[in-house]
């Protein structure tokens, strides 16, 4: 009698047993569905990626970025040009030179080095865009031309050159080095004070040339696909239009040289460049997540990431093996490929997409912590890009504008006075996408875009304190003669 009890209390050890078995195989196997499916989703997003010709891997963006044959390579004659370079940072300052480093309103620190006493390159305030340089400040830039001559040859050669990859290793995604950017930004700026400097002597063909070649360096960062290295180029760019502007308030030019800068704008845009710097990012931004996923990251970068509290890497590991890595992932591609789509669409369009992609990523759940993190800031991109594309355009239209003037002997009344013998069309304003406005002054004319406020403010260049867009402010190319 006393063997049921015990047999029956045994049954159910054993019931109970194979149950809670059953139970675990059953959340191991819902945990290995739920895994896979994770997995499967994310391989359909790289999947789609390259279906559409791009690159989803850093290895892949790398070979994307094109290697041009040897000898065609104008990286190598602008490395050659970055070692030739005087920078002047290690001669002292020479206070008898006039300079307004030292004008407190200008927010300018006091001159430590020749250098800095320059303009553009220096702190050296430029009179303005009608009135010639003080003698000094001409002997300054003379001086600092002369002991850069040989960069500048090299420079000037490197234009002719239509092919450009500058020698870095994709491969590494976060921890690429982009060694190149900063002499780049140096070229533009020497090659600003050469145009000016041929300005002041009047002579406009090398003053051509200087603009020409400063727009070849801005062109050759229009294929590499990273962010950092297009906000480079449009700088480059910027500083390029501005050396016209400036030409084109001091002196004439022929049809045949305002035609020719015309083109060599024209080539120095590309319209894919932002769109292949969001590819490029996404590439980066997934190696991050990829190498965190196979514990591939040195703990000083994983420091980097989640700070130096072993709570963090607790926490972290947690969110590695509950999925919550992978969901992170999905997203982030899910945003990047928004923003991939924005930067193809037509201004104005494309910067009402970023801001509602901004807005979408402002509600991300704090689960998303490497989406939060990682995730390149398009609104801001697509604006700095709207400023250039403004400024290109307006520039196009002052060069058509000119065209027609020597043409015609006065200015045109109105832009679709210029269509068809110097523009195909009056070109559109990227923040409103209505024609560019024009304006006549007293002595010259304005041409304008009305910038981020989307408000007319008749062509207001800087307000009372001098800044540039911001609001009530335009972007404009004004000739005043």
């Known amino acids: ?60 963006l790398d070979k994307w970025y094109t290697q041009p044959p040897a000898g065609e390579n104008a990286a190598d004659v602008y490395r050659e040009a970055f070692a030739h370079y005087e920078w002047w940072t290690n001669k ?16 300018s620190p006091p001159p430590r080095t020749r250098r800095d006493q320059l303009p553009v390159v220096g702190f050296a305030k430029l009179p303005s865009r009608t009135e010639p340089l003080p003698a000094e400040m001409r002997q300054l830039v003379a001086e600092y031309l002369s002991d850069n001559a040989e960069a500048l040859r090299l420079l000037h050669q490197a234009s002719a050159m239509k092919s450009c990859r500058y020698p870095i290793d994709l491969n590494k995604g976060e921890a690429t080095l982009l060694i190149h950017l900063n002499p780049l930004r140096q070229a533009s700026r020497l090659l600003s004070l050469e145009a000016m400097e041929q300005t ?6 090398q003053a051509v ?25 449009i700088a480059c760019q910027g500083i390029s239009l501005e050396s016209l502007q400036r030409i084109l308030n001091r002196m004439p030019l022929t049809d045949a040289q305002l035609a020719k800068l015309s083109v ?37 970068q994983m420091v980097s990431f989640l700070g130096e509290s072993p709570w963090w890497c607790h926490l972290f590991w947690l969110y590695r093996t509950t999925g919550l890595l992978e969901l992170d992932e999905r997203c982030y591609l899910d945003i990047m490929e928004e923003k991939v789509k924005a930067t193809q669409l037509p201004p104005p369009e494309d910067m009402a997409a970023a801001s509602a992609i901004a807005d979408k990523e402002n509600h991300l759940s704090h689960c998303h912590v490497l989406s939060r993190m990682l995730l390149p800031a398009l609104d801001g991109a697509m604006i700095k ?16 504008v000119e065209r027609y003037r020597l043409a015609n002997g006065t200015l045109p009344k109105q832009l679709s006075n210029l269509i068809p013998a110097f523009l195909p069309t009056v070109p559109s304003d990227p923040f409103d996408g209505k024609p560019l406005r024009y304006k006549t002054l007293e002595k010259g004319y304005v041409v304008y875009s009305v910038g981020e406020d989307r408000e007319d403010n008749g062509g207001v260049e800087k307000n009372a304190k001098g800044q540039m867009y911001v609001p009530g402010t335009d972007i404009t190319f004004t000739v005043e003669h």
């Open 264 to 300: 060599a704008i024209e080539e120095s845009e590309n319209q894919q460049a932002l769109t292949r710097a969001f590819v490029g990012e996404r590439c980066i931004g997934d190696d991050i997540f990829d190498s965190l996923r196979s514990e591939n990251v040195p703990m000083d």
């Open 209 to 233: 040339e200087s603009v020409i070649t400063s727009l070849s360096v801005s062109r050759s960062l229009n294929q590499e696909p990273v962010l950092i290295s297009y906000l480079v180029h």
């Open 1 to 60: 009698m006393n063997d049921q009890p015990v047999q029956a209390r045994s049954n159910r050890k054993r019931h109970r047993f194979k149950t809670v078995v059953f139970v675990l195989l059953g959340f191991l196997a819902l945990y290995f569905v739920y895994w896979y499916s994770l997995s499967s989703a994310i391989r359909r997003r790289f999947d789609s990626i390259r279906r559409a010709g791009l690159p989803a891997t850093c290895a892949e």
């Open 92 to 107: 002292p300052a020479r206070l008898s030179v006039a300079s307004n480093a030292t004008d407190r309103s200008e927010f």
């Open 385 to 400: 890009a709207g400023r250039c594309d403004a400024m290109i355009r307006d520039t196009q239209t002052a060069i058509a």
């Open 200 to 205: 002041e002597e009047q002579r406009p063909q």
